[in-house]
């Protein structure tokens, strides 16, 4: 669905289109539905499963997922986020680590083929970020070739898949703690079908835990009670082989290798949020241009759009500044993704520097997008609060995008400790460099080496003390880290497109981080005073400048070709409040 990103000829412009392609009707039509509870989420979920298995869209290939992504958040923060734990979790574990055996092949054709629902069974009531330590047990039986799969208690209930029964069947992927003959080997992935036809299977229940605001998804509380697994049920690709008599070996011995095995898709899910992130941006800063466009105030010279005011229309340039480099970097790392993943579908383990880009990455677009939605919502006055304008429910599904698929914050500083561990002091270097660009690489280079110089005083490692009194550090040096990957990927990509607006773009996303940074650069005395006040003027004259310019760049998001229409942007919107007033009357 993504075009190369390989096109020289292309210009910056035509890489920004939401999916990069048009959306037929019968897509949109399924998408425009609006659900108000979970049940008709899901009901929405099943006719975009099956509209993708009629209609022959590719899946598999991780970028062609990820533009099914783009083209979905924007429409429905629930479905979207159903069809990641669908397509992302469910079937890639599966595909990485499952053996073709009869059972794991008719549950994974019918999951592929849209016949049922997957859903991700890894969380618990009392473990997120610390999976490795569920409490969930798998403890095979050899008399009767079964895992026996329970919660031996409340801490150990799954905490907050969305497993309701419904229509379709729902298709676990379980991470639990395997048992054999009294010895522990860490966690697994085990498949079972938790519902056929609207009826649990045996010793699962499952409690709802209601609806998030504005985000109708079937989350729930699940615990199990003595349920068979089959001896095929458990995933282990290639790190260990278990015999039905109940012999075990090991092929990768470290129970931290294993784990990294088992969640690889995880982190690839990390990607998917970003995007979906990144798109809702795109659709904000579209309805948010709309109205500034079409809403009248009484400015000093008379009636006129409140864009007009250069506090409305810089601030929004900004935000779409971020949004247009995000949305470019996001398009090469999920090619680079997608191209590993590919080359490598089984046992597939992202390496830690790959891991380092994909978690920082993660946590820049989602937070800056955060922000952006908040800017957004406030530009557009009261209506910006309607959830007929959306967004509200995309600052609701950002709320979910943080914490999903790990929590920015622990990942972050997670990340600035693996760039010191990994002594990855520098970013690669780049064919081109922008001016700005030393003044960040020198904030990252100190922030380095005074992380550094405390692991080797503690013999080369971090421990809880380092972390908590210098958490500052690690997360600056994980956020400058990913700025910095961000331009350098940009610039190695785009640079040779001859397209002026490129130039433009990376200068002005440099200005911006740099002044987002400036008082750590001023404290760590990369830059002075001076120097400061020199990069602060130049940041004001660029975005008088180039306000216009990079607004423009709006139109390109695509946001009306995939079909997204909210009052706020339309047309007319004071005509479609007045029509639908008196539709309601006359009803």
């Given at each position: 669905m993504n075009k190369?990103?390989?096109n020289s000829e292309s210009t910056l412009k035509s890489y920004l289109g939401i999916g990069n392609e048009g959306v037929s009707d019968n897509l949109v039509a399924v998408l425009k539905s609006n659900c108000d509870n979970y049940q008709s989420s899901v009901k929405k979920f099943i006719e975009l499963l099956k509209y993708i298995q009629d209609n022959n869209i590719h899946t598999k290939p991780f970028n062609e997922l990820v533009a099914l992504h783009e083209l979905v958040a924007p429409h429905d923060c629930a479905v979207?986020?159903?069809?990641?734990?669908?397509?992302?979790?469910?079937?890639?574990?599966?595909?990485?680590?499952?053996?073709?055996?009869?059972?794991?092949?008719?549950?994974?054709?019918?999951?592929?083929?849209?016949?049922?629902?997957?859903?991700?069974?890894?969380?618990?009531?009392?473990?997120?970020?610390?999976?490795?330590?569920?409490?969930?047990?798998?403890n095979y039986l050899p008399e009767k070739g079964v895992f026996m799969l329970?919660?031996?208690?409340?801490?150990?209930?799954?905490?907050?898949?969305?497993?309701?029964?419904?229509?379709?069947?729902?298709?676990?992927?379980?991470?639990?703690?395997?048992?054999?003959?009294?010895?522990?080997?860490?966690?697994?992935?085990?498949?079972?079908?938790?519902?056929?036809?609207?009826?649990?299977?045996?010793?699962?229940?499952?409690?709802?835990?209601?609806?998030?605001?504005?985000?109708?998804?079937?989350?729930?509380?699940?615990?199990?009670?003595?349920?068979?697994?089959?001896?095929?049920?458990?995933?282990?690709?290639?790190?260990?082989?278990?015999?039905?008599?109940?012999?075990?070996?090991?092929?990768?011995?470290?129970?931290?290798e294993r784990f990294s095995l088992i969640t690889n898709r995880i982190h690839s899910g990390k990607l998917c949020m970003a995007m979906i992130s990144v798109t809702a941006a795109k659709s904000a800063l579209h309805i948010t241009s709309t109205y500034g466009n079409k809403r009248q105030t009484f400015g000093y010279s008379g009636a006129m759009p409140i864009i007009n005011y250069s506090h409305f229309k810089e601030g929004i340039a900004w935000d779409t500044l971020s949004t247009i480099t995000h949305a470019l970097y996001l398009r090469e790392l999920t090619r680079k993704v997608s191209a590993i993943l590919s080359e490598s579908v089984k046992n597939f383990k992202f390496s830690d520097e790959l891991l380092i880009e994909i978690i920082t990455t993660k946590s820049l677009c989602t937070w800056r997008t955060q922000e952006i939605l908040i800017n957004c919502r406030e530009r557009c006055g009261a209506?910006?609060?309607?959830?007929?304008?959306?967004?509200?429910?995309?600052?609701?599904?950002?709320?979910?995008?943080?914490?999903?698929?790990?929590?920015?914050?622990?990942?972050?500083?997670?990340?600035?400790?693996?760039?010191i561990l990994n002594k990855m002091k520098e970013i690669e270097k780049t064919s081109f460099q922008?001016?700005?660009?030393?003044?960040?690489?020198?904030?990252?280079?100190?922030?380095?080496?005074?992380?550094?110089?405390l692991t080797v005083s503690s013999n080369k490692k971090i421990n809880l003390d380092m972390l908590n009194k210098h958490s500052r550090d690690f997360l600056e040096l994980s956020q400058t880290y990913a700025v910095l990957s961000v331009v350098t990927t940009i610039i190695d990509t785009y640079h040779n497109n001859n397209d002026d607006d490129f130039y433009m773009i990376i200068e002005g996303y440099l200005l911006d981080w740099i002044h987002r940074s400036m008082s750590n650069l001023l404290r760590s005395e990369v830059i002075n005073l001076q120097e400061s006040k020199k990069i602060d003027e130049r940041r004001i004259e660029y975005i008088?400048?180039?306000?216009?310019?990079?607004n423009d760049y709006i139109s390109s998001f695509g946001v009306d070709k995939a079909g997204i229409e909210t009052p706020i942007s339309s047309d007319d919107y004071i005509s479609w409040y007045a029509n639908n007033h008196h539709q309601l009357k006359n009803n």
């Open positions: 190369s990103l390989c979207v986020s159903m069809l990641s734990i669908h397509f992302n979790l469910a079937i890639g574990t599966i595909a990485n680590l499952g053996v073709q055996t009869p059972y794991v092949e008719d549950l994974y054709q019918k999951l592929c083929s849209g016949r049922a629902i997957g859903v991700y069974l890894a969380t618990e009531l009392a473990h997120g970020n610390d999976l490795i330590a569920i409490e969930t047990q798998a329970n919660s031996p208690g409340p801490n150990a209930y799954k905490f907050m898949p969305n497993t309701m029964p419904c229509e379709l069947p729902k298709v676990a992927v379980i991470l639990a703690q395997l048992n054999v003959s009294g010895k522990k080997y860490g966690i697994f992935p085990f498949i079972l079908p938790l519902s056929e036809n609207g009826k649990l299977t045996p010793g699962v229940k499952i409690t709802p835990l209601g609806d998030k605001p504005g985000l109708h998804l079937d989350n729930a509380i699940t615990s199990f009670d003595n349920v068979e697994i089959p001896f095929e049920g458990i995933l282990t690709g290639n790190m260990i082989t278990l015999t039905r008599e109940g012999k075990v070996s090991l092929h990768t011995k470290e129970l931290r209506q910006g609060l309607f959830t007929v304008n959306k967004i509200s429910h995309y600052l609701i599904s950002n709320f979910g995008t943080i914490t999903s698929e790990g929590d920015n914050l622990v990942l972050s500083l997670k990340a600035g400790g693996m760039i922008h001016n700005l660009f030393p003044i960040l690489n020198d904030y990252m280079n100190f922030l380095y080496k005074k992380l550094n110089g008088r400048q180039h306000a216009d310019r990079i």
